[in-house]
C-alpha cells in the first residue's frame, strides 16, 4: 500500500530580513486510495507543503522527513520523486514554449515507466482522456500551457493525472479560477483517479465548493504553518458556516 508520511516538517524561505520559516512542524499521513482535504485562510502555508515535497529549491526544510512507501523522498531530485509516484498540480502552471502536449505528455510517461508507451495504445488513451475532459482534439498540438486560458491550464493538469497515475497526487488549488463547467468537469477527472482506488489524493484548497465534487475522507485545518484540527467531511461543512476565525487564535496559542 503506498503511503506518503509527512513527520514534524518545518520549512523556511529567505527573504530580504532573512529566513522565514513557514511550515512549523507538519505531521500528515495519505494512504492509498485516501482523499485528505487541506483547507486554510491565504497565507497559512497550504501550498509550501505541495512545493516543499515536490522539492522547489525556493524551500529550505529546516527540520522533520517526508517518506514515499518508506523512502525518504527529501534525499530525491525532483525527477526522481516524480518518477517514484509523486504528482503535483500546481496553482499557476508554467508555460512551455516550442514543446507540444504531445510530446509533453508521453515524454512523462517514458520517464515514469521507464520505456515508451505503444505509440498505437498510447494516442488511444490520450484521445479518450481528452474525450472525458472535453478538450479539443487542437490542444494536443499546442505548447504546453502556452495562451491556455486557466481553465485549460487545469484540464491539462488532470489529463497529465489520469494519464499517469501516480501513487499521490498533491493538488494546490485545482478550483483557483474555474468556473462551475470546467469545476464539474475538472472534479470528475479527479474522480476517475480515485476510483481505481490506487492513488492517494492530497487536495489543497481555500473553499468547500471543490468538496461537494471531490468529497473528502480526511480534512485538515491549516493555520499559522501546522494542521490545528482535523476531522471527516462534516469539518468542512463546518468551515463553510464559521469560516477561519476561529482557528486564527488558537494557532497562536500553539505557537
Known sequence: MATLEIRNLHVTVETDAGPREILRGVDLTVREGET?????????????LAYSIAG????????????????????????ERARAGLFLAMQYPVEV????????????????DGEAPKLRTWVKDVKAAMDRLSVDASFAERSVNEGFSGGEKKRHEILQLELLQ?????????????????????SA????????????????THYTRILRYIQPDFVHVFVDGRIVEEGGPELAEQLEAGGYE???????TSA
Open 97 to 112: 514554449p516550442g514543446v507540444s502536449v504531445t510530446n509533453f505528455l508521453r515524454s512523462a510517461k517514458t520517464a515514469i
Open 36 to 48: 485528505h482535504a487541506i483547507m486554510g485562510p491565504n497565507g497559512s502555508g497550504k501550498s509550501t
Open 189 to 204: 477527472g479527479v474522480n476517475r483517479v480515485r476510483a481505481g482506488g490506487d492513488t492517494g489524493v492530497l487536495l489543497i
Open 246 to 252: 476561529r482557528y486564527l487564535g488558537k494557532a497562536a
Open 166 to 186: 501516480p501513487k499521490v497526487a498533491i493538488l494546490d488549488e485545482t478550483d483557483s479560477g474555474l468556473d462551475i463547467d470546467a469545476l464539474k468537469i475538472v
Open 56 to 79: 522547489h529549491p525556493k524551500y529550505t526544510i529546516t527540520a522533520g522527513s517526508v517518506t514515499l512507501d518508506g523512502v525518504d523522498v527529501l534525499a530525491m531530485t525532483v525527477d
